[in-house]
């Protein structure tokens, strides 16, 4: 079936540095991605939706400039934290879906524990 | 948008009971709801899902049903196990649009006691 690797699974970056988290889609090209946060106890909260080629579509409340995603291709999209924080403390999960693939094709990461000291 | 909600958030059961988590939808354009359990420290894994031209599915010991018309669906999970505690998330989309971003339910925490 269709899997998406997300590396790295843990970081602990310093406050005020950024972080790069990788999303792959390995045997599927991945029209659609999209980024989750989830605090502890909650529910995935979707930050931005992607199209290969296109800019992000962020939620409301969601700042582009701290969030940068990249669709570089249509196996991989990048989320990088600028200047993190330690309220960016989180864990990151990615989504990657093939439209022409079962179950309309929602494949998830395995998210990454973003810790910011 | 699209608005779900999920009850029970918590929900504790003794082995071989079973087990039921309900979820309402606010957007009727909404067709596919997929049913995530995650474990702790990890992504949702997909458990099973439906789309609105189908009232029931069933797959061994899980069931999904909805209700379009009351825009509300469930998960039953029957002769439960120890190893079923988890996380579970329902969730709604207009799945097969380009846009069909995943909208979730607020998490069921369900713990199965031996």
């Known amino acids: 079936g269709a899997v998406v690797s997300q590396h790295p699974s843990r970081v602990i970056c310093k406050s005020g540095t950024s972080v790069k988290i990788e999303c792959r889609s390995l045997?599927?090209?991945?029209?659609?991605m999209f980024w989750y946060r989830q605090f502890p106890k909650q529910s995935l909260m979707l930050m931005a939706t992607?199209?290969?080629?296109?800019?992000?579509?962020?939620e409301q409340g969601v700042e582009k400039d701290k969030f940068l995603i990249n669709h570089a291709s249509l196996t991989l999209s990048t989320l990088t934290v600028t200047s993190a924080h330690p309220e960016d403390s989180s864990f990151y999960i990615c989504?990657?879906?093939?439209?022409?693939?079962?179950?309309?094709?929602?494949?998830f990461g395995s998210g990454t524990r973003l810790t910011v000291v | 948008g699209e608005n779900v909600e999920q009850h029970p958030s918590t929900l504790s059961v003794q082995e071989g009971d079973s087990a039921v988590i309900k979820c309402t939808y606010s957007?009727?354009?909404?067709?596919?709801f997929p049913w995530y359990k995650q474990e702790l420290g990890k992504g949702p894994q997909l458990i099973i899902d439906?789309?609105?031209?189908?009232g029931e599915k069933k797959d061994q010991r899980i069931a999904v049903t909805l209700n379009k018309t009351a825009k509300h669906f469930s998960l039953h999970i029957t002769e439960t196990q120890p190893e079923d505690s988890a996380v579970y998330f329902c969730?709604?989309?207009?799945?097969?649009?380009?846009?069909?971003?995943?909208?979730f339910g607020q998490g069921t925490i369900l713990t199965v006691h031996p």
């Open positions: 989504s990657a879906r093939d439209v022409a693939g079962p179950n309309y094709g929602y494949t």
């Open positions: 045997d599927f090209q991945a029209t659609t």
């Open positions: 992607s199209n290969e080629g296109s800019k992000a579509t962020y």
């Open positions: 957007d009727s354009a909404s067709n596919y």
């Open positions: 439906i789309r609105s031209n189908v």
């Open positions: 969730a709604a989309s207009r799945g097969g649009t380009s846009y069909g971003k995943l909208t």
